[in-house]
Structures are given as structure tokens and as C-alpha cells.
């Protein structure tokens, strides 16, 4: 039996879209030995176990969990320094926004464009998670996982990563394989700013740039597009802007002149989800609590009772919908629990 464990845990607490969903059994890790503990309980009692830790990208689609380990692990480690960058390990637990925080204060430059991301350090490698230009990829050095299988640490490097647009192996071929402990970054002391989207710019047009100002700039435009989990449960934005090729996008613009776009290095184009989603006719929409935001289409919301597969049903009604407008099928950003 783990020490600290618990039964029957609301976890409507532990979820930024505040879904009511039970664990029957429930338990925070805060240290490698905890964590095979916990997953050698899960073994020798058979236990199906999901594994959160920010709750800022779930979606609880079922009523009840067998086990819910919860991860907590802390710490930022100064692992390396030279003239130019500073290397931190930080702790799956650690909150996102607090290690931005953290760097933002040190004036250290790399992922001020990232700040007030919700969630945990943990998530970041596995959603490669980005704004306003920058990725996670863009700052990352290495980090440690747990294989679960054998209990055994492995470091992976940037390489073994895979990284995507909101993608990388952690979603994919390594897909509930393993469990990430921490990550370290890769941060520079003279920093080198970002401000290629429009409306970071435009805040930024008379500021004399810094990791401060720059970061300021970005809490106020997180702020004034996105609900507060806090106010009205939400994961942020629920779907990716897709891909399509050039070839694609020009078909398109030729039927709706005003799409938006962004074009890539690879050739591609990049269109605003929310701006499909938009056009469809779902900003706005609500059905019973489960609601497309008023303000932002990207964003779905739980106005207050709402299941998650009524989320979900949401969610799959708005894709069928942008795929019979435009041909172009939206992938979820969100991870769904079942």
C-alpha cells in the first residue's frame, strides 16, 4: 500500500474544465520512488491508471477512474552555464508559467513568448506546446522519462523527441509508455527577440524590448482573448490549426477571399482553427453547459455542469461541420481521458 493514497476523489479540482469525474483511488507523486510505487500498486492490483498533472489539456470523459496518479515532482537545477546560455532541469510539477516567471526575472531570453501557458513543464515536451512564434523545441535540451514497462530512466534528446506542430513521439509511438520527470532548457543570457506576430508587435511598437516587456505583452493578449479557467472552465484552445498545402489553400482563397493563413518553411499553409470554426456559425454556441466561447471559437467551455462527452460531442459536431464546409478535418489539441 503507497502512503499517501486516497479513494474516492472528486476530480473536478484537478481538471482547468472543472468536469465532475470520481478516482476511486488517487494518490500525488512527488519523487521518482513514489512514482514505481505507485505504479507497482497499479500492477499488483490490476489497475487501469491515467496519469495527470496540471490538468490544463484533459478532457475526464468517463464517470469514474481506477487510479489517478498525479504528478508532482519540483525543483529547478542550474545544470550548466557558459558565456552565453544557461542550462535548467526542471521538475515535471512545476508549473509552466512559474518557470517563466522564474527565467522572465533572471532577464534570461527563450520562452517569454510562452508565458501564462497553463499547465505543467511535464506537458510541454509532450505537446511541444508554442505561441507567437517560439516552440518548445526551440528551447529544449534534453529530458528524463520513466519507461513504464521496466521502471527504467531514460534521457531522450532533442532527436528522440520527434517534435511536431503540437506533436511529438510522447503522442504518438510512445504514447502512455512513458512518464516524463523532468526537462531541461536551454536558455540565453542575451537574449534574441521574437515579435513576428502582428499583434505582439503592435503592442510592442514603442517599448524598448526586453524578456519583461515582451512577456508583459503576452499575458495581456492571453488575457483579453482567452476565458479564465478560473471564471468559466475551459483547456485553452481545444483544436490545432490545420495544414494544408499551397495548392490547397489557393482553391480555398479562391471560394473565401478573407480566409486567413500563415505560410511555413516546409510550404505549406496554416489556417486559423478558429476562424473556420467562426465561420461555421459555432462562436457563441451553447448546449445546456457544454459552449463554443463567445469571444474566442477555438476555446470550448463548461459553463458550469456540463459532462465531458458533452464536450466531446461538441467537439466532434464542430468537426464534421469545418470538414463538410472546407474539406479540412480538425485534429484535437486536447487530451481525452477514457
Sequence with gaps: MIKNLKRNISLKPYNTFAIEAKAKYFTDVFSISQLKNALQFAKENNFQFKIISGGSNVLFV???????????????????????????????GVK???????????????????????????????????AYGVEIKDVFKSLTALEISTGQLKIFSLKDCKFGYRESVFK?????????????????????FNISYGALSGLLEKKELSVSTISDAVISIRQSKLPDPSVIGNAGSFFKNPEVSNERFNKLKEK?????????????????????????????FRKNDAGCHKHQALVLVNYGSATGNEILDLSDEIVSSVKQKFGIELQKEVNILK
Excluded: R
Design 96 to 130: 509552466w508559467h512559474t518557470f517563466v516567471k522564474y527565467c522572465v526575472n533572471k532577464g534570461l531570453g527563450g520562452i517569454e513568448n510562452l508565458s501564462l501557458i497553463p499547465g505543467s513543464v511535464g506537458a510541454s515536451p509532450m505537446q511541444n506546446i508554442g
Design 62 to 92: 468517463e464517470q469514474e477512474y481506477e487510479f489517478i496518479i498525479h504528478i508532482l515532482i519540483g525543483g529547478i537545477e542550474k545544470t550548466f552555464e557558459s558565456e552565453y546560455e544557461i542550462h535548467y532541469k526542471v521538475g515535471a
Design 256 to 284: 473565401y477571399p478573407e480566409i486567413p493563413s500563415y505560410n511555413l518553411e516546409n510550404g505549406n499553409v496554416k489556417i486559423p482553427a478558429g476562424w473556420l470554426i467562426e465561420t461555421c456559425g459555432w462562436k457563441g
Design 172 to 192: 504518438n509511438e510512445l504514447k502512455n509508455k512513458f512518464i516524463i520527470i523532468d526537462v531541461t532548457y536551454k536558455l540565453l543570457k542575451n537574449p534574441k
